[in-house]
């Protein structure tokens, strides 16, 4: 997320810093280098001019140049700055009856996976949301919203074949609504490649009909400098009243946040980051900014973490841990937890000070997938009791898991290790260099190098 941005600006912040003083030349110099850093990033141009003439004004002034730490000062502007353009004017969604959601935007966007995403979410904060098909142009999104409904146990309105008036299917759906104990609904539209005439025209009525609390615009995070113009044809046609950003955690570029949310003055409400359907987080223009200064996000990695946490199965680990009992039924469950929470390499980026650091440490999705693999090879008796595994039980195993009989045994040796070091007061400064960020990376977890 921002990837790209992020390593240029640590760049230019960097310089600023080794500066003892700055000069009108020196910080010039630096907004240049952010200019082409945006751009670079598919920032719209008009969007990069008028951030880069706020940010100047307020650099240029008496307390930054006279200032003990200048390069800090702009850095804390830029932080600003940023987090205002993001989204000074961040609201949540209006829920208020009839709880009413539009979805719309371009194909392939992830409309109908984002409403299921939303849906998801709602239900976790207490609502009661309903989903409603309104995609007559593509079969398969009809079906793609029933699926996920039974996915995430959401009542779905689905019409009947062949309808083709999508004002029909809303009062029928409006009619099946009043037979469900529902708080928010939320409308899957269709889209097309491009904007046009007869989809706006559609969108318009189905609005006017619907007169709906939220309209959210739904816009892939790497549309790049078109994203602007979808943007501001939405907003004209159907008056957004926010912007959710799918696919963010593929995007390293990421600058059709900014300009999106600069064009529309409408504020991005969601951003998705995978493809689970819990991979939907709330936009926190605050936290996003910090992130693309590389400050880290504790807030989120601790959200996340909570969300994945288990009580009484961590006070069950630990007391397992402190009588040296680690096994590799606990060995899954640490590796479930961490799926749960999202991608690897998106939690380390999550951490401050690592920032650019991230792209060094080697992540490797396989050998996590391939350990999994292992683990679910053996009998639960092999799981819970690791010193019975034999010569043979090994081979049994890695044919089970497509390993190798190589791959088993380094796993039975670093658990064996693990379990030495458990037991032993004096080597817990081994087992946190094992498991923390030594040199070369945390070896101690699988998928890490």
């Known amino acids: 997320m921002f990837a790209s941005l992020s390593d240029n600006l640590e760049e230019v912040f960097k310089k600023l810093r080794g500066h003892g003083k700055l000069s009108e030349s020196n910080i010039s110099d630096a907004l240049r280098e952010i200019r082409l850093a945006l751009l670079e990033a598919d920032v719209e141009f008009s969007v990069v001019k008028e951030f880069i003439a706020s940010v100047k004004e307020q650099a240029l002034g008496e307390t930054v140049i006279k200032s003990v730490k200048p390069g800090q000062q702009i850095v804390k502007i830029f932080h600003d700055e940023l987090t205002k353009l993001l ?77 083709t008036d999508v004002i029909q299917v809303a009062k029928d759906a409006l009619k099946w609504i009043e037979t469900q104990n529902g708080t928010c609904v939320i409308f899957d539209t269709a889209g097309r490649q491009e904007i046009d005439e007869g989809l706006v025209a559609e969108l318009k009525r189905l609005r006017d009909f619907l007169n709906p609390r939220e309209v959210l615009l739904v816009a892939d995070a790497a549309t790049g400098q078109q994203a602007v113009s979808v943007a501001r044809h939405f907003d004209d046609a159907v008056g957004i009243t926010g912007l959710v950003l799918t696919k963010l955690d593929g995007d390293a570029r990421g600058g059709a946040a900014l300009s999106m949310r600069a064009v529309t003055h409408k504020p991005i409400k ?15 223009p605050d936290r996003i900014a910090n992130r693309i200064l590389g400050m880290g996000d504790v807030v989120g990695l601790v959200e996340r973490a909570a969300e994945a946490f288990d009580e009484n199965e961590a006070l069950s680990m630990a007391q397992r841990l402190q009588q040296g009992n680690f096994d590799f039924n606990d060995m899954l469950a640490q590796m479930r937890m961490m799926k749960k929470m999202g991608g690897l390499q998106d939690l380390l980026g999550m951490i401050p000070g690592l920032g650019k650091k991230v792209a060094d440490i080697p992540v490797d999705d396989k050998k996590m997938k391939h350990t999994e693999a292992i683990v679910l090879s053996m009998t639960p008796k092999e799981r819970s009791r690791p010193e019975i595994i034999t010569p043979s039980r090994r081979k049994r195993i890695a044919a089970g898991s497509g390993t190798t009989v190589i791959q088993v045994n380094q796993l039975l040796k670093q658990v064996g290790m693990m379990r030495k070091m458990m037991k032993s007061k004096g080597k817990m400064k081994q087992m946190m260099k094992q498991f923390g960020m030594g040199k070369g990376g945390p070896g101690g977890f699988p998928g890490l190098g």
């Open 87 to 163: 989204g000074g004017d961040q609201a949540p969604l209006d829920l208020n009856p009839p709880g009413r959601i539009l979805m719309v935007g371009l194909n392939g966007a992830g409309k109908t996976t984002t409403s299921g995403k939303l849906a998801a979410y709602l239900k976790k904060q207490g609502r009661r949301p309903l989903l409603i098909a309104c995609d007559l142009m593509r079969p398969a999104a009809i079906d793609q919203l029933a699926q996920i409904g039974r996915q995430i146990d959401v009542p779905v309105y689905t019409p009947a074949p062949g309808e």
């Open 270 to 284: 969601f951003a998705g980051t995978g493809e689970k359907m819990n991979a939907l987080e709330v936009f926190d």
